[in-house]
T-cell receptor
């Protein structure tokens, strides 16, 4: 089973709202990722958690705040976003080291108004 | 220099033909190589991965890796209209003591009935 789930599928929020994106995997993977993807562009890495610890933060603005409550769950908290933050947000999971594959969830389509 | 380079296309092939997608990478420390298929508005789907020089076949798909030339390719035999999508090449590199994925910009494939 290579399933990664994400909720919600679509989200529309105003610039003053606070919302959260959720991701879950049950493959026993110990690395989880958040990516942002704009139209006709490749996925852009935002954050990586390894063994529930934040390992990589690719200089993402503080209005994005990740959280990894346990090895199966990953959240992305959103606050005071800008219209240019509208994008497809992808969660992925993989083994934490060695040669391995990375599997994506279906994504959350975020629109900031 | 980008870590992964792909021709953006579009690559147009007739139904039943072989589609050949190519990718080059810059870091000789790249460990693993992946092809993802992404339909418009959907998340990337892992379709092939390869770790060693040579060919790897899975159904209609063949991945080819040449580490000396830093070159990865994907062949799709008997192309079908349902293969029309953007194909993302990705490599896995150990950086900052952590495995990171780098994506090419993707090649758009059109299979004409």
């Amino acid at each position: 089973d290579t399933e990664v789930t994400q909720t919600p599928k679509h989200l529309v929020m105003g610039m003053t709202n606070k919302k959260s994106l959720k991701c879950e995997q049950h493959m026993g993977h110990r690395a989880m990722y958040w990516y942002k993807q704009k139209a006709k562009k490749p996925p852009e890495l935002m954050f990586v958690y390894s063994y529930e610890k934040l390992s990589i933060n690719e200089s993402v603005p503080s209005r994005f705040s990740p959280e990894c409550p346990n090895s199966s769950l990953l959240n992305l908290h959103l606050h005071a976003l800008q219209p240019e933050d509208s994008a497809l947000y992808l969660c992925a999971s993989g083994v934490a080291s060695g040669k391995y594959e990375q599997y994506f969830g279906p994504g959350t389509r975020l629109t900031v108004t | 220099q980008k870590e992964v380079e792909q021709n953006s296309g579009p690559l147009s092939v007739p139904e039943g033909a072989i589609a050949s997608l190519n990718c080059t990478y810059s870091d000789r420390g790249s460990q693993s190589f992946f092809w993802y298929r992404q339909y418009s508005g959907k998340s990337p789907e892992l379709i092939m991965f390869i770790y060693s020089n040579g060919d790897k076949e899975d159904g209609r798909f063949t991945a080819q890796l040449n580490k000396a030339s830093q070159y990865v390719s994907l062949l799709i035999r008997d192309s079908q209209p349902s293969d029309s999508a953007t194909y993302l090449c990705a490599v896995n590199i150990l950086k900052d003591n952590f495995n990171k994925f780098y994506f090419g910009s993707g090649t758009k494939l059109n299979v004409k009935p």
